[in-house]
């Protein structure tokens, strides 16, 4: 048994579907336990953060779905993408020797080019859902998406510039198999410390991972120096001497000026 509790449970395998989101929220539905594992080839309907779309050709990438059923208060849900984050970065530099850096909330960088990207989607599910409000025998189920480049060799022109994948970096795709297997492996560790001994050691790791930390920032119109993460994973911003906190967004700008932290 991982750390937290968690018991490694089903990997589900498929070819073509929507979204592996889709197919995770439809088997949590049905009971599907916590940590069942959707995993596909290619995706139609692929899903991004805010609304955006997630595609790669098929069978580049690894394309992924957690089924959680949290044991953590609700405050510190979303930062089980943070945490995912951190292992994602760990999985990646054991499978892929890919040293990855997180933008703020839980994008994966390399040389300043996006090699992951995270998504987590929470919903009721079950008696609740079907009523609207909450319910006895109701639960929130939450999917963490995690979409890996591993074998693109080339991106369309309006992603040249800000996409990378773990062929372009080091040359060769890694095994789908090695990539998800460390992934799950490092996801069980870190989400089990985050619900038994809270944030802070994410809060720790993500920080010498951070790209974004020590660097100008611009989110949803809030512009600023990113000077730490907060305890419950916000991004705190100096603007012109005060901290302003940011929950969510997209860092939308960030120049080299400031000094990322070391790591
Ligand atoms: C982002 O950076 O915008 C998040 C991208 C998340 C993509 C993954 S791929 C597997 C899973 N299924 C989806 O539809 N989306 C996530």
Known sequence: MAPGGSTPGVIVRLDTVDSTQSVAFALAE??????TVVVA????????????????????????????RPRLPLA??????????????????????????LKWPNDLLVSSRKIAGILLESRMVGRA??????????????????GINLGQ?????DFADSATSVALETGQAPSREVVLT????????????????????????WRRFSDT?????????????ATDLDTDGALLIDVGG???????????????????LPR
């Open 30 to 35: 049905r009971g599907a336990a916590d940590r």
């Open 41 to 68: 080839d290619r995706q139609l309907a692929g899903r991004g953060r805010r609304g955006r779309a997630w595609s790669a050709p098929a069978g580049t990438s690894l394309l992924v779905s957690i089924v959680v």
């Open 76 to 101: 510190l849900v979303p930062t089980l993408s943070l945490a995912t984050a951190v292992a994602a970065a760990e999985a990646l530099r054991r499978a892929a020797s890919v040293e990855a850096r």
């Open 129 to 146: 859902a079907a009523a609207g409000s909450a319910q006895p025998g109701s639960d929130t189920v939450t999917i963490i998406g995690v």
């Open 153 to 157: 060799r080339e991106f369309p022109p």
């Open 182 to 205: 460390a992934l799950l492996e490092e996801f069980d560790a870190w989400r089990g410390r985050l619900e038994t001994e809270g944030f802070k050691p994410i809060q720790e790791r």
């Open 213 to 225: 930390l020590g660097r100008r920032v611009t989110i949803d119109g809030v512009t600023g120096i």
């Open 242 to 260: 005060s901290v302003t906190r940011v929950v969510a967004g997209t860092v939308s700008s960030s120049d080299g000026a400031g000094t990322p």
